[in-house]
């Protein structure tokens, strides 16, 4: 097994430290168990599954449009959540749309790899 520069030890520091503060902030003093959750899973999923890489301009960019995107969806799904056919066809397109989109940059990046 090896880490080079230990970068998984450092995120997975990052993710041990701000995951349980955000979710005793929310919880405790908040008081909102529902935003606790979000903020715990949220903050799992940014720190621990999203890799930017670059200098720490252009990913503090990427983190920050990742919140802004993030924090759209939020509003999209919370509006869409009233009617189940209405989530459902949201979600089918927001998923149509992440997956493109992905699959693109990741060709994209291949293909100036070359």
Same mark, same amino acid.
């Given at each position: !097994?090896?880490?080079?520069?230990?970068?998984?030890?450092?995120?997975?520091?990052?993710? %041990?430290?701000?995951?349980?503060? +955000?979710? #005793?902030?929310? +919880? *405790?003093?908040?008081? *909102?168990?529902?935003?606790?959750?979000?903020?715990?899973?949220?903050?799992?999923?940014?720190?621990?599954?999203?890799?930017?890489?670059?200098?720490?301009?252009?990913? %503090?960019? #990427?983190?920050?449009?990742?919140? +802004?995107?993030?924090? !759209?969806?939020?509003?999209?799904?919370?509006?869409?959540?009233?009617?189940?056919?209405?989530? #459902?066809?949201?979600?089918?397109?927001? %998923?149509?749309?992440?997956?493109?989109?992905?699959?693109?940059?990741?060709?994209?990046?291949?293909?100036?790899?070359?």
């Amino acid at each position: !097994m090896h880490d080079p520069g230990l970068q998984s030890l450092r995120r997975a520091a990052r993710v %041990a430290i701000v995951v349980p503060v +955000l979710f #005793a902030i929310f +919880l *405790n003093g908040f008081d *909102n168990p529902v935003a606790a959750l979000f903020a715990g899973f949220g903050s799992f999923a940014f720190l621990g599954f999203a890799d930017f890489g670059g200098p720490p301009p252009a990913r %503090a960019r #990427a983190y920050g449009v990742l919140v +802004l995107v993030g924090a !759209m969806l939020v509003v999209v799904g919370t509006l869409a959540s009233h009617e189940a056919v209405i989530a #459902a066809l949201v979600g089918v397109g927001v %998923a149509a749309v992440a997956r493109s989109r992905g699959s693109s940059a990741a060709t994209s990046a291949r293909r100036s790899a070359r």
